[in-house]
Nanobody
Framework: QVQLVESGGGLVQPGGSLRLSCATS????????MGWYRQVPGKERELVAF???????KYADFVEGRFTISRISAENTVYLQMNSLKPDDTAVYYC?????????????WGQGTQVTVSS
C-alpha cells in the first residue's frame, strides 16, 4: 500500500518561512510525479507546485516566486520551501503522487499538514 506522509507544517508569522516534506513508502511504481496542493474551507483544492515530465515544474500564480519545490530523492520524496508567507497561505497542504505501475495510473494523497500564518 502506497503511503504519503507530510511534515513541516505549523504556525508562523507573516513573512516567515516553512519547509514541507513528503515521503513515499510502499511504492513499486516505475513512473511517478509528485507535488503539492492546498485547501481551505469553502474552496476547492488547488495546485501549489508540481513536478511533471521529468524535472519540469509548475507553480500556481499566487506563489509569486515565494515557494520552491524540490526533489532530493527522485519520485519518492518532495519538498516545498515556502518563504514570505502571507495569511492567505493558511490552508491544509497535501502531498500528491501520481504513479504508473503494471499498466495502471493511480493517484495518492497524504493526510495533509496544517499551515497557519498569523501574528
Amino acid at each position: 500500500q502506497v503511503q504519503l506522509v507530510e511534515s513541516g507544517g505549523g504556525l508562523v508569522q507573516p513573512g516567515g518561512s516553512l519547509r514541507l516534506s513528503c515521503a513515499t513508502s510502499g511504492s513499486v511504481a516505475t513512473i511517478a510525479y509528485m507535488g503539492w496542493y492546498r485547501q481551505v474551507p469553502g474552496k476547492e483544492r488547488e495546485l501549489v507546485a508540481f513536478f511533471f515530465h521529468g524535472e519540469m515544474t509548475k507553480y500556481a500564480d499566487f506563489v509569486e516566486g515565494r515557494f520552491t519545490i524540490s526533489r532530493i530523492s527522485a519520485e519518492n520524496t518532495v519538498y516545498l520551501q515556502m518563504n514570505s508567507l502571507k495569511p492567505d497561505d493558511t490552508a491544509v497542504y497535501y502531498c500528491n503522487r501520481r504513479e504508473y505501475y503494471s499498466g495502471t495510473w493511480s493517484d495518492y494523497w497524504g493526510q495533509g499538514t496544517q499551515v497557519t500564518v498569523s501574528s
